[in-house]
């Protein structure tokens, strides 16, 4: 069983009137888009994060963008917070729900909307599954970049919001990267369109700030994505090295030699027998880590570059290498690391998926650091990263059972972030704050810098009710907006928030 | 704007930046025709935080400038008390060339930025044939060249910032690390929001490896609706070229449509060649391969004293776009030179010089009006300040968008004291 933080069920001090939403909100949707069965409502009590639980008090479907603007209106109009839900495969706890609040879950907006091959580019709503959006667009040689372990799954709206990477955004980008124009609903239930038809629009790049808020500026209820073509050529090998020191000096030699891979992974010792044991992934014996190097593009320099590639894993002590021969070959290859997360519940009861980011440099330095810390602590820690991008995934193993065990699990978490924090890196590459790292947060920006960021979800938010409680630790209040709320603000009174 | 109290105001500012940094304007501080009251220098975040905290005291309207070489950019400037030189803060402060990053001070050149990091074979994937031409400078009007095709605009490449906000405050956001979602990147909230939301003073960019081998396929074709063929096809080849550009020079007959290939020593001068003999069979037209650049690649159609307009559509749409340029050009008895990004939809048109003023604003408006039906754009780069009393340089945007940024710069700068009346919408 997945597991972190272990937080107390949020059980917030009701805002706003619930009941008159509910009531309006059935009146809009129909009864059966609005849910508040208790049992029913509590299957959407957590996202992937399962640590962190919180049933919400009302869950809606809209099934078209017109309903999410009615439910975002409505909301705001009782005063009541609210919060989007993609497919809740989300590591951070961005999609936790609100107990006094209403979960808009969009897993109903599921139409490709436009596939636009002249323009390489197609039109989703929200609730589309990742990969829905490359197999739309494959019989025109076409695909959608990001690519999240979870692609099977977890959708573009959820992608938007969490700036969702993958494997291959080491070459190809993030989802920003990605996105042409969002529709979206602002807090006060108005619905605009960020970013267009034609690039690089004046003005403030509203879009480019959306992607990756976490659902705190507003809900998406159409998404442009951009297409690419489908690489003429994809070189995948897998080489088993000595140490994980290895096998990032043969990273490094790859890097320094001028080479872009699409995607570079490494795993230590204990994630690959973890994998062995639950897929036969049948990874070089004996090794102290495996590298995966993959390299797409134009043939001629695909090519070029994987026999270069394979030099240096050799230069740098790769004992074994292998090339997949075909997609069947390739499918095997990465099977192993992508079932690595999933492998590491057979050799532990619970675990901490962590996800810190430090200079790729660093990395041997940042990797003896996190074996000192498991070794002296004696929990365990099992490592698998994005190695050409510096991001990390250890996985901190754990008994919760074991009276003690969880909170020193924690601590060796946190010290790993304070380890990539040190470092000049970054406490979430991919899986975002959500919930669950608002409380590392001052570790790596100043009250200003959070402060300065909260100017924006000000003017995107003043009443602070879109995903409240996720990215900043404090939140801010966004100071009197003109014809409402008079005299001293009730978080201000209940101590709960700072006015600044 | 505000009204400064004279006296005190010099002395406070020298105080802040240092005695030598503090002076009149000179000629090459004047902002679209206008000096500024005071220029002070900042030599980095410090300085620029104390100057910007004596501007905030006293009410006074600021524009930042790095080496002044867009200056002329965005709306009509309203009176300007004091000009932000940030020239002097032009280090490079970190190349970790290991981890394919770059940080330094705004006021850098990007040409000092691309000599130093070559040296370890590396490169900022954003070109700007300006050249004086600084980081800050950049980051503020989000201008990039061709290779933005492969490598993304300056927004995409930016992964750290620092800025001072209107009251001094110093703010970070992003990071050093190209993987990094904690909390809002900032930086593209500021790529192109032209000084108005606050000064940025460094920033962190990502950089890529310089390129063994460039090549330029290049194909001549009489009419829009060929080059815009000629366009979708580079864009969609497997070559994967890291630019697609055109080149219309005024008056003239034909159009050039040149892709740029860049990659591993051998292997790109094979795949210019593949790419040059599939065309050739695809449209019919000869393809030529070059080893250096066209003279006009990566060079603005400009004419000194003249008007630079950028005109915008979908990509796929750029036959219709050339081709409503010509028709808005015999309207109005006017020829512009055309040039830019043929892949992403995006052109720069030069209008001479020497046209008036007023046929210049009528010519804007048309063809405005035209982009507009295409769901394009038409904005004024940089034109005589006379012209900006008469036409709007940026153009309408829809009313949704116009509110949250109205909404965003009163976050950011409530009392509309940074760089007022420059960008889109008045703001």
Redesign the interface.
Known sequence: MESGALTPPARQEPRGDLDGCTARLRELLGRESVITDRQRVRTYECDGLASHRTVPAVVVLPENAEQVRAVVATCSAHGVPFVARGSGTGLSAGALPRSDGVLVVTSRMRRILELDVANERAVVEPGVVNLDVTRAAQPYGYYFAPDPSSQQVCSVGGNVAENSGGAHCLKHGFTVNHVLAVSVVTPDGQEVELGGHAREAPGYDLLGAFVGSEGTLGVVTSITVRLLRVPESVRTLLAGFPTTDDAGAAVSAIIAAGITPAAVEMMDALSISAAEQAVRCDYPEGAGAVLIVELDGPHAEVEHTFTEVSEHCVAHGAFEIRTAADERERALIWKGRKSAFAAVGRISRDYIVQDGVIPRTALPEVLRRIAELSASSGVRVANVFHAGDGNLHPLVLFDGSDPGETERAEEVSGAILDLCVEHGGSITGEHGVGADKVRYMGRMFTPEDLDTMQSLRCAFDPEGLCNPGKVFPTPRLCGETPGRRRGVHPLTEAGLAEQF | MGTPAKETVPEELRRAAGEERVGRPGPADVVDGGAPRWVARADGTDSAAAILRVAAEHGMTVVPRGSGSKLDTGGPAAEVDLLLDLSAADEVLEH??????VRAQAGARLRDVQRVVARA?QQLSVSDPRPTATLGGVIAT?TSGPCRQLY??V??LLLGLT?V?ADG?????G????????????G??F???YGT?GVVTEAIFRL???A?ERRWVAVRVPDPESAAEAA?LF??C???PSGVELDRPAGGEGITVCAELE??V???A??AE?LARSFERTLGTAAEVLTRAPEWWDELPHESGGTLL?L?????DLGELVELIGRVEREHGVSLALRGAAG???LYGAVPAGVAPESVARLVEGVRAE?GR????T?VVHTPPRVKELVDV??P??A??????R??K???DPEHRLAPGRF??GL
Not at chain 2, 312 to 316: D, K, T
Not at chain 2, 374 to 377: E, K, T
């Open positions: 970790a060339a290991g981890d394919l990053v074979g989000g993304g605009g927004r995409d800025v906000r405050t110093v703010a970070r956001s990071g050093k690390v190209v993987k990094n979602v904690a909390g809002y990147d900032l593209k909230l790529t192109g929001s939301l890529h490896p310089l063994g979708r864009r969609v497997q070559a994967a990659g591993r051998g292997a790109t094979h795949r593949e950028r915008a559509s979908a990509p796929a992403l939809g995006v982009t295409l769901a394009g754009y904005t940026w153009g945007v829809a949704g968008v116009g509110e949250l940024m909404r965003t009163e976050r950011f889109v919408g």
